[in-house]
């Protein structure tokens, strides 16, 4: 096991306070990840203050997770050793379904494991990325490119991808209209990281 300081909430509602954890031994298959960023997202609030049922205290948040590769198990072919890697909503899924297979993890027949307040499937619950360092089955980690910074790719694990994989699925493109429902983070991301690259060559 290896020990790491994460901020966690002991009960709903509770505060954030330090304290330390034990993520698993390197599995064959498993990345070590030391998280240099991790998004704050509404559903870590909501999860923290017990919004929603079934909450699993204490807890560490933390689904939009970019950071540095430590270290991989002997089975790791995708990942090396100081890697820029991310990690997002989910830890680990069957991988044997129908759904698995064609990619569609979120619908796994046995359950997809959540990157915090889940269980996976040896019962333990999960942590996620308020924390210095996590470890994840290396089919549910992403490579980062060199181009972009760690602190922006961090909410597009979530945020981001929530916005883009409409897009994406209905086709939008150049000349055609579409309509965003509400302004929060998720309607504002594709404009304010537009701004912030632009301000960024800009300069």
């Excluded at 961090?154 to 991808?161: D, E």
Aim: neutral net charge; proline residues 5%.
């Amino acid at each position: 096991m290896c020990k790491t300081h994460v901020l966690s909430v002991s009960a709903a509602k509770a505060p954030f306070e330090k304290a330390t954890i034990e993520r698993r031994q390197l599995r064959p298959d498993d990345v070590s990840i030391d998280i240099k960023f991790s998004g704050i997202c509404h559903s870590d609030i909501h999860s923290a203050h017990g919004d929603w049922a079934g909450g699993i205290f204490p807890m560490v948040p933390g689904h939009e997770i970019a950071g540095i590769v430590k270290a991989v198990g002997e089975k790791v072919t995708k990942f090396a050793v100081g890697d820029r890697v991310g990690v997002g909503c989910y830890v680990d899924s069957c991988g044997e379904c129908e759904y698995c297979l064609q990619g569609e993890e979120q619908h796994c027949s046995k359950g997809f494991v959540a990157t915090y307040n889940s269980l996976d499937y040896e019962a333990n619950p999960t942590y996620g990325g308020y924390s210095q360092n996590i470890v994840v089955t290396e089919r549910f980690v992403v490579h980062i490119p060199d181009r972009m910074e760690l602190d922006v790719a961090s909410p597009l694990l979530c945020a981001g991808i929530t916005t883009y994989s409409p897009l994406k699925r209905w086709k939008a493109s150049p000349g055609k209209k579409v309509a965003i429902l509400g302004m929060g983070g998720l309607a504002t991301l594709p404009y304010s990281l537009r701004m912030r690259w632009v301000r960024k060559f800009q300069s």
